[in-house]
């Protein structure tokens, strides 16, 4: 059914019947588990949003695959336009959630996949782009979260996969036989994995001769047989097992990283998209990490703006609002988180229809706009955490402030600027802590190091993408330098 509401598609998660390694206990009940709720309750959001009357314009769009109206999660990019409504939806899922809302990354290997597998056939004579059609309108039409999944642990950095103790460490196949195959390995950091239903694995580098059994990417529902999950942890995640809002800083909503173990895992021939053909991992790696790092340019500025708001609130809260360099604080704050909007922006604007029909974002913009995002999230939070104070490393906890001793003390002290409330201080004291230093900033810092590559990564495709030698015979022109 196309067009899931929230409700729907939770109750399509717990019908998988998922089980997941939390905290030491293997759990069955994740969707009512405290410290997954908030996650997949992020990701309902992004249903919830294609049926609100004010967002459905932005989530809602046309399937090119089977012309119905789907939720633009699932969208193959069909413009330029498309690709700028990729940023703006994903800062307005940022603004309302504050956290990373888990369902970009399947969208954008979809898009990857999409132009590599029709650019494999026509080098190879395969049979992989038509596959990846009729799989992927069946997830557009049945609405459909995707985890995708491209991180192996890699081991010993200075190896190639065949080189390593453990050939494990690289997800491989390690069986063929006529039906399918069947592969063995891991994935670590998967964002989102247990919210989803199905998983695009896709191999995490460009492979070379007599690597052929690691250029695989497949497609798995996320209950296949085999498939092992193991909850990460998060600072000060326990906090949510503690009953009280107060100290969680963002109650609702949160994000959700998994080390997923492949098993011995059956892939079926169908759901195979590449398998062998080595020339085109090392596109499918580049080209999944530029819309990944594009989407960057929406969603931690969403989550960007959620944190100037709280920190020009508790400048409020703290009677210091008017002071000029707070004020010169904030307005920093601000030109950090749209340049990255603008990064975002601007390499959708710049993007190219692929040869498979679908659009792709300019590669070189796309890995400016994340590098940016490896550094000015870290700036916003040192001016926030300047900003509210010690008191954001240093508050009582919720349980205290309800003490017959200390809670009237807390609630004397913790007094905020006349006109605001103690308690509210707190919240937004809690929600700083919570993105800079707590459970969310595993979302807004780590993620922004790390999600979608390290910074170095996009400093090679930098140098790759920049033609150095054409600004080089600029300088020389002007200089008549032959
Ligand atoms: Fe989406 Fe951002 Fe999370 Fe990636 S990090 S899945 S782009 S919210």
């Given at each position: 059914m196309a067009l899931k509401t929230g409700e729907q598609y939770v109750e399509s998660i717990k019908g998988l019947g998922l089980e997941a390694h939390v905290l030491g206990e293997v759990s069955g009940n994740l969707t009512d588990h405290p410290l997954v709720r908030p996650s997949i309750n992020a990701v309902a959001k992004t249903y919830d949003c294609a049926h609100d009357e004010a967002t459905k314009p932005l989530f809602r769009a046309r399937s090119s695959l089977t012309g119905e109206e789907i939720n633009r999660f699932t969208l193959l990019h069909q413009s330029t336009d498309d690709l700028i409504t990729k940023v703006r939806l994903q800062r307005h899922c940022g603004n309302v959630t504050?956290?990373?809302?888990?369902?970009c990354v399947g969208w954008d290997a979809a898009n990857a996949i999409f132009s590599v597998t029709y650019e494999c056939d026509q080098a190879?004579?395969?049979?992989?782009h038509e596959r990846f059609r009729t799989y992927w309108a069946r997830v557009q039409t049945e609405d459909l979260v995707v985890d995708g999944a491209m991180t192996d642990?890699?081991?010993?950095?200075?190896?190639r996969p065949g080189e390593q103790?453990?050939?494990?460490l690289f997800l491989r196949v390690v069986e063929r036989d006529s039906d399918g195959v069947v592969v063995r390995g891991a994935k670590f950091h998967q964002t989102g994995m247990v919210n989803s239903h199905e998983i695009l694995v896709m191999p995490t580098l460009g492979m070379r001769e007599g690597e052929e059994d690691w250029a695989i990417c497949f497609a798995v529902p996320t209950?296949?047989?085999g498939l092992h999950y193991i909850y990460g942890r998060q600072a000060s995640d326990t906090r949510k097992l503690e009953?009280?809002?107060?100290?969680?800083?963002?109650?609702a909503f949160g994000s959700q990283e998994i080390m997923t173990v492949f098993d011995n895992v059956f892939v079926p021939n169908e759901n195979i998209?590449?398998?062998?053909?080595i020339d085109q991992s090392g596109k499918l790696v580049e080209r999944f990490a530029g819309y990944h790092r594009q989407s960057y340019g929406g969603c931690k500025v969403g989550v960007g703006d959620v944190l100037i708001g709280a920190t020009a609130l508790i400048a409020r809260m703290n009677g210091v609002d008017r002071a000029s360099h707070i004020r010169d604080k904030i307005v920093e704050m601000i030109h950090l988180n749209e340049t990255m909007f603008s990064c975002g922006v601007a390499c959708s604007a710049l993007g190219h229809q692929t040869a498979a029909g679908n659009y792709e974002m300019d590669m070189l913009l796309a890995n400016v706009c994340k590098q940016n995002v490896t550094r000015f999230p870290y700036e916003m939070a040192r001016l926030a955490t300047d900003i509210a104070g010690g008191l954001v490393g240093t508050l009582p906890s919720a349980k205290d402030l309800e003490g017959p001793v200390a809670g009237p003390y807390i609630r004397k002290y913790l007094a905020a600027a006349e006109g605001f409330d103690t308690i509210d201080r707190v919240k937004v004291l809690r929600l700083i802590e919570n993105m800079t230093t707590g459970a969310g900033a595993v979302a807004y810092l780590i993620e922004s190091m790390?999600?979608?590559?390290?910074p170095m990564a996009q400093r090679l495709v930098i140098a790759r993408q920049a033609d150095i030698e054409s600004k080089i015979a600029l300088a020389k022109r002007l200089l008549n330098i032959d």
């Open positions: 504050c956290c990373c809302f888990q369902r190879h004579g395969t049979n992989y642990p890699k081991g010993d950095r200075s190896k103790a453990d050939p494990d209950n296949a047989p009953g009280s809002d107060l100290d969680v800083g963002n109650p998209f590449l398998d062998g053909e790390h999600g979608a590559g390290s």
